[in-house]
């Protein structure tokens, strides 16, 4: 399988809502944040300077994949959130889900944060070993954006550098 990481498209919304809502609905309730991120993507996620970014296999255009980063202004601030990661069952293990993480940590990189925060919990045990490999640093979770979040992830950049695209054993 050869796979490359896309921008958002229009043309991918469905199967963004798709490997989203089943991700979040096997383990946990849709909440209001969730709705918003699916249902207003453009509104809610890039035009305030977001991305939404897509794994997608090269011969098929299948998105196998998605994830995004937030940004979010308060008090004049920019402050980006890694969000919505997923990655479809047949497509795991095999390097995608890290793929989204570096592609959505470049792009906040290049918009100038000095750090991306995330929100997640810890059952989902895989998601969470990846965060803390490629980099993340647990700090304390202080009033949730999530019910469902148990545990506080950053990313800083100013102490941190983003590991390579493709690990040397990617099963890619």
């Not at 008090?75 to 959130?81: A, I, L, S």
């Not at 647990?138 to 992830?153: C, G, H, M, Q, T």
């Not at 950053?154 to 099963?171: A, C, H, L, V």
Request: net charge positive; hydrophobic share 40%; proline share 5%.
């Amino acid at each position: 399988m050869s796979v490359k990481i896309v921008k958002y498209e229009p043309k991918y919304k469905d199967a963004y809502v798709s490997i989203t809502r089943n991700w979040v609905e096997k383990f946990f309730k849709m909440e209001e944040a969730d709705w918003k991120a699916l249902n207003k993507v453009e509104e809610y996620i890039i035009k305030p300077g977001g991305m939404i970014f897509l794994a997608v296999d090269e011969k098929t255009d299948e998105a196998l994949g998605c994830c995004g980063i937030m940004c979010h202004i308060k008090n004049g601030e920019k402050r980006y959130e890694f969000t919505k990661l997923g990655v479809k069952e047949t497509a795991q293990r095999r390097g995608v889900g890290w793929m989204l993480c570096i592609a959505c940590l470049q792009y906040a990189k290049d918009q100038g944060a000095p750090y991306v925060f995330l929100e997640s919990n810890r059952s989902l045990a895989p998601s969470i070993t990846l965060y803390f490999r490629v980099g993340f640093k647990e700090f304390p979770l202080v009033n949730p954006s999530y019910e469902r979040a148990d545990i506080y992830l950053e990313f800083d950049f100013r102490t941190t550098p983003i590991p390579p695209m493709i690990r040397g054993r990617s099963k890619l």
